[in-house]
Nanobody, 111 residues
């Protein structure tokens, strides 16, 4: 089964930027849609961004214009560039490929 390993989370001030990475262990990544989700304490997990294997993207309204999902099929990796971060973006961020989830990476936006 494919495995997903995330990295890039951390603490950032409001208005700052972070880039999350998610590396897949299997070439099946190249033929699959991928997504980023997040879950804040007390909230349900929500979809943040999604990209088809053909490169079509869609975003949650709350992150449109600030977050960008991209993929590098040569590296079996999906990225989430997050700019103009807000305290309400604080959450654990998960990547997903079909029904497989990464372990999550914490993003904290605070001054």
């Amino acid at each position: 089964q494919v495995q997903l390993v995330e990295s890039g989370g951390g603490l950032v001030q409001p208005g700052g930027s972070l880039r999350l990475s998610c590396a897949a262990s299997d070439i099946i990544f190249r033929r699959s849609a991928v997504a980023w989700h997040r879950q804040a304490p007390g909230n349900e997990r929500e979809l943040v961004a999604h990209m088809t294997d053909g490169g079509i993207t869609n975003y949650a309204e709350s992150v449109k214009g600030r977050f960008t999902i991209s993929r590098d099929n040569a590296k079996n990796t999906v990225y989430l560039q997050m700019n103009s971060l807000k305290p309400e973006d604080t959450a654990v961020y998960y990547c997903r490929l079909a029904t497989v989830w990464g372990q999550g990476t914490q993003v904290t936006v605070s001054s």
